[in-house]
């Protein structure tokens, strides 16, 4: 009778450790469904204000268009430098002047 008894006390606190489990994913789930919908709300959101900005950039080319530009401003390497700086520079390096 001791067995039997020590073999129900352990599958009931087994059974309540298994509920507890339950009830604690649960609230995980819940909680993780709210935060995934509210981040597909702002993903469309933030979608539908990148559409408005594309729209309304007067037909700029957006970042990344350009096939010169360089960097995250869009910059190409000869936006600073004047042409005269250029030369000199590859007379330098190539030991020829070119003026």
Avoid: I
């Avoid at 649960?26 to 709300?41: C, H, P």
């Avoid at 590859?90 to 002047?97: E, R, S, V």
């Amino acid at each position: 009778r001791a067995a039997q008894r020590a073999f129900r006390e352990r599958k009931e606190k087994h059974l309540k450790d298994l509920e507890t489990k339950l009830n604690t994913l649960q609230q995980q789930s819940m909680s993780l469904d709210s935060e995934n919908e509210r981040l597909r709300k702002e993903l469309a959101r933030m979608a539908t204000e990148n559409e408005v900005l594309r729209a309304s950039s007067n037909g700029q080319p957006s970042l990344g268009e350009d096939e010169d530009s360089f960097g995250p401003l869009g910059y190409t390497p000869g936006d600073f430098v004047s042409k005269k700086e250029t030369k000199a520079r590859k007379a330098q390096m190539f030991g020829t002047l070119h003026t």
